[in-house]
C-alpha cells in the first residue's frame, strides 16, 4: 500500500473533496455533493464543484491574518475528514472492530466534543476539567470514548454527526471571528504540555481530526464487504 503520490495526484483528491469544505466565508459546512475517486480523473457528471479558496491556506476574510489561517486550516482538514465517513450508514458508523476500537461514529462525536470543550476552555476561560453540567453531559462520554462510549454512542445516522460537527465548528469560527492575533498569541503558562498558546491548542484541535482521519480511513476499510483500496 503505498502513501507517496503526486503534486497531480493530490490536486485531484483536493478538487474531489473540496464540495464538503467547512464555509471559510459564511457559506454552509456540508453542502450536499457528489464525488469523484480521489485519485483518478473526475467524471465529468460525478465531479465535485471546486472551491476556489479550498487550497489557499492564509489569512482569510472577517479574521485577523493568523486566525484566518488557522481557519484555513481547520476548514481543509475538515473537508478530508469528512470525505472519509460520506455515505456511510448507521450500521456502519456502530461497527465495532474489537472490544478495545472506537466506532467511527463515536470518533465523529468525539471530534465535536474536541471541539466544544476547547471552546469552553479558550473563549469562556473555564479551566479544563471545570466544565458545566450541560456541557458535561452533552459531550463527556463523547470526549472519553472508551466502555462508555463504545456503550453509548451508537444507532444515530450521518447526519446526526454532520449536524453535531457543524454547530460545534460554527460556534467557533463565530468566536474566532470576535478575537485577533493578540490573542491566539497569549501563551498559557499552566497548561499540563507546558507553556502553550491558544494558537497551539487549536492547531491540536485539527491535528486531532487529522489523527482520527487516519483511524476512520482504518476502520472503513475493515468494515464488512470492504474493497480493498489504496489509502
Not at 476552555?121 to 463504545?150: E, I, Y
Request: proline share 6%.
Amino acid at each position: 500500500m503505498s502513501s507517496q503520490h503526486t503534486p497531480a495526484d493530490r490536486r485531484k483528491f483536493l478538487k474531489a473533496t473540496a464540495g464538503l469544505a467547512a464555509g471559510i466565508t459564511g457559506l454552509s459546512l456540508f453542502p450536499s455533493t457528489t464525488f469523484a475517486h480521489p485519485f483518478l480523473p473526475p467524471h465529468p457528471d460525478t465531479a465535485a464543484p471546486f472551491a476556489d479558496e479550498m487550497n489557499i491556506i492564509g489569512p482569510k476574510e472577517g479574521y485577523s491574518p493568523q486566525i484566518g489561517t488557522l481557519v484555513s486550516m481547520m476548514t481543509w482538514m475538515r473537508t478530508i475528514m469528512l470525505h472519509s465517513s460520506k455515505g456511510m450508514t448507521t450500521e456502519q458508523l456502530d461497527f465495532l472492530l474489537d472490544d478495545k476500537a472506537n466506532t467511527i461514529g463515536a470518533m465523529l462525536f468525539h471530534l465535536a466534543a474536541t471541539d466544544a470543550f476547547y471552546h469552553e476552555h479558550t473563549f469562556n476561560g473555564t479551566p479544563w476539567g471545570k466544565w458545566d453540567k450541560s456541557l458535561q453531559d452533552k459531550f463527556g462520554v463523547a470526549m472519553g470514548l472508551g466502555d462508555a462510549g463504545r456503550k453509548q454512542i451508537k444507532g444515530h445516522n450521518l447526519d446526526f454527526y454532520t449536524s453535531i460537527l457543524q454547530e460545534t465548528r460554527e460556534k467557533t469560527f463565530a468566536e474566532f471571528k470576535k478575537r485577533d492575533d493578540k490573542w491566539l498569541m497569549t501563551v498559557d503558562q499552566q497548561w499540563p504540555w507546558g507553556p502553550t498558546n491558544n494558537y497551539c491548542k487549536w492547531f491540536h484541535v485539527c491535528e486531532h481530526e487529522s489523527n482520527h482521519n487516519g483511524q476512520i480511513k482504518l476502520l472503513k476499510s475493515r468494515l464488512p464487504g470492504a474493497k480493498a483500496g489504496n489509502e
